[in-house]
């Protein structure tokens, strides 16, 4: 690499899918931690077309560079199912921490030179039609899209009723 040229650093990373998130205080420090709970990349479900609302986005930023993010759900023949969007504009003063638990922040912390982690529970209907390899990508300017992840949906079939099962 020449010696006037800057490294690409990565922005953003999709790290997948969790069944529940909340940022929370921790304990009596003046700090926050994320309490993210059942993280996958692998989505079973029984049937299909299926949605995934409910299911919390959660992906990890650094050295944002545009902080309009605009994320974009893609099986692997391109059409896109859905889109996630995310402010992430720096606030100008830190703002307080909140008394317990928040499902949805309005805030994040960012460390100058570390990763910095958002949950995002999805309130719109964003629908898989088939079970697959679906990619997701971030949007860049100049109609440019940036793979930053990927997961697979599966079909599993449910077990039989039985009076175990009831």
Known sequence: MPDDAQPVHTEVAFLGFAERS???????LETLKWNIIGLKHLL????YPTSL????FVVALRHLQETQLRFSIRPENGDEVGWLQIDATPAATPLPLPATAMRRPSFFPQPEDGWSVIALPIDTSITL??????????????????????FWAGLVEPAPLSTERS
Request: glycine share 16%; aromatic share 10%; no cysteine.
């Open 22 to 28: 909340s940022i929370v205080r921790d304990g009596i």
């Open 44 to 47: 079973p479900f029984n049937f």
């Open 53 to 56: 609302m409910g299911a919390h």
């Open 129 to 150: 039609v088939r079970p697959g390899r679906y990619f997701v990508t971030r949007s860049l300017p100049g109609g440019v899209d940036e793979r930053i992840g990927e």
